[in-house]
């Protein structure tokens, strides 16, 4: 049927718009936003600009038509010469790419890149030169902030490993030679014993030194385990984080309910020392910033991932709190999980506390051989 042509199942494509080839060309250029495209005159003077130049520049096509375009260069890539280079490459190879910084109308500085090509007629004549420039200021930014995570993160992990080498060797050298001191006070004690009745002196002056020894072993516990928690590697996970909430407890006279359902996995002793860590950072914050009376601590598995929710009852972060560029507690703890490919979400209820919650793939915490199968 002839009407069918017009019809819903009309598949004969429109007729084209009839507007001419470079009028088409003009309203793609005109249409662009992200990136500044524009014409240059043979000696580097702006022909013709964009909407995405306007917008990345900050100049209006009357202010800027007949300038040089060194205008958009810092000034000391202008005494360098890199704006004549730029055209100069461009005739010389038909194009010519460069990344740097360049300067807006109001003298702010963004990261372009910059590509200029020349344009020659049929006989090869220079006519000018067409520039595209698109700014990456924020993708650099993400890049150096990318790159300075990474740098952080490598810090901190050198810094535990240090730390871990001397409290290793704190533990098993001083603390077997204080224990083979007190041994050996102990046996001269026993030796003496019946002369020491009529040396009062000096039977009071060993009850020092076995008191002196007590408290230098005392010492030497509380500055290996903060210095790392050897407990987790002799102990385990569970009972190190059950000794440390009950001292913190004790310390701080704040409750702290500790829950572990771990099954039968065995985390390996990086993941370990890694929830350990974060959870001693949490439990510090609680002592100094949350006003707490009660502490929940649940570290648990499921569905693939290892789970660690710690809750105070304080009263929560002050807002300006996140924004503190003085504080590394948190973006180390956030550090150590995303170390570990895992998630951190921190729920800050003002008035009801700082909920933290950490999700772990199973895979990067499990020791080999430790799924428990
Ligand atoms: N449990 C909490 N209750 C209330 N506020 C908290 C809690 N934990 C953290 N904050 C707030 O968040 C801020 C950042 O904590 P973060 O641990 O990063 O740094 P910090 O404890 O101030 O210093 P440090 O670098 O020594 O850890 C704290 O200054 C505090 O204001
Ligand atoms: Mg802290």
Redesign the pocket.
Known sequence: MSDQATGPLDTTPPPPPHVPADENFRLLIEAVDDYAIFMLDPAGNVASWNPGARKMKGYEAAEILGRHFSVFHTPDDVNAGQPGRELAGAAAHGRYESEGWRVRKDGSKFWANVIVTAIRDDQGTLRGFAKVTQDLTERRRLAELEQIRRFSSHIQAAREEEQARIARELHDELGQQLTALKMALAELHGALEARLADLPQAAAGMQDMHRLIDVSVASLRRIVAGLHPIAIETLGLVPALDWLTEDFSRRYGISVEFQAALGDLTLSDAAAATLFHIVQ??L???A?????SRVSIDLSARDGACLLRIE?D?????S???A?T????????RERVDRLDGRLVID?MPGR??H?AIAIPLMSVLAPGGDGR
């Not at 304080?314 to 002050?318: A, E, F, K, T």
């Open positions: 950072e949490a510090t914050n609680v100094r910033h949350a006003r707490a105070d304080g009263q929560g972060m002050r300006d709190a996140r503190n003085r504080s590394f507690g948190l973006m180390g703890m800050d506390g700082v933290i």
